[in-house]
């Protein structure tokens, strides 16, 4: 039952990412940091990699517009092989659909550097399968994820790590927040 609302929820994300497709040359911005990072071990029970819906370059950086969400990438770039780009190619509706979602939740202005570009650690749940995104730290949405999520502890890297009600995770890096979209 919950895997058939699971996937019914996602393909009803999926047609809605559909209809705000808006027409208009990708973009991007990125990140500059490769940090190990784990992937699986905080993965919640009901996590099925198997039903995530990919999107394309296009159909994410046009929500992501849409959403007011800025993005930055070091090389100017949106190739997903190259680890100077900020690239949204296969990123998971879910993904899509959660960052917008905080921005609205919070309030705060948001700027994606990283996503399912090369060189950051693998995993079932990482960002070349299109679960992370990585964001700028401002004061705003720190201190909106620190007061509205629960602290979990360090991760392995020593990341302090929050978790949303949800079930989605946010690693604050030296850099930047890590979120990972189940």
Same mark, same amino acid.
């Given at each position: 039952?919950?895997?058939?609302?699971?996937?019914?929820?996602?393909?009803?994300?999926?047609? %809605?990412?559909?209809?705000?497709? #808006?027409?208009?040359?990708?973009?991007?911005?990125?990140?500059?940091? =490769?940090?190990? +990072?784990?992937? =699986?071990?905080?993965?919640?029970? !009901?996590?099925?990699?198997?039903?995530?819906?990919?999107?394309? &370059?296009? &159909?994410?950086?046009?929500?992501?517009?849409?959403?007011?969400?800025?993005?930055?990438?070091?090389?100017?770039?949106? $190739?997903? $092989?190259?680890?100077?780009?900020?690239?949204? +190619? &296969? #990123?998971?509706?879910?993904?899509? /659909?959660? #960052?917008?979602?905080?921005?609205?939740?919070?309030?705060?202005?948001?700027?994606?550097?990283?996503?399912? +570009?090369?060189?950051?650690?693998?995993?079932?749940?990482?960002? !070349? $399968?299109?679960?992370?995104?990585?964001?700028? %730290?401002?004061?705003?949405?720190?201190?909106?994820?620190? /007061?509205?999520?629960?602290? &979990?502890?360090?991760?392995? =890297?020593?990341?302090?790590?929050?978790?949303?009600?949800?079930?989605?995770?946010?690693?604050?890096?030296?850099?930047? !927040?890590?979120?990972?979209? %189940?």
């Amino acid at each position: 039952m919950r895997k058939m609302m699971r996937k019914s929820a996602l393909l009803s994300g999926a047609a %809605f990412a559909m209809t705000l497709l #808006i027409s208009g040359a990708a973009f991007a911005d990125g990140h500059d940091e =490769d940090r190990k +990072e784990p992937s =699986d071990e905080y993965a919640p029970d !009901w996590a099925d990699p198997s039903y995530a819906a990919k999107l394309s &370059q296009a &159909q994410a950086a046009s929500l992501i517009r849409a959403a007011g969400i800025s993005v930055s990438s070091s090389g100017g770039c949106t $190739n997903r $092989n190259n680890s100077t780009c900020t690239s949204f +190619e &296969q #990123i998971n509706d879910t993904t899509i /659909n959660g #960052i917008i979602t905080l921005k609205r939740a919070s309030g705060c202005a948001l700027t994606i550097t990283g996503g399912t +570009e090369t060189g950051h650690s693998s995993g079932t749940y990482s960002h !070349w $399968n299109g679960y992370k995104v990585d964001i700028s %730290f401002s004061t705003c949405i720190g201190n909106y994820i620190v /007061n509205n999520f629960t602290y &979990q502890g360090k991760r392995g =890297d020593g990341a302090p790590l929050y978790k949303s009600a949800a079930g989605n995770l946010y690693a604050k890096e030296s850099t930047h !927040w890590d979120i990972t979209y %189940f």
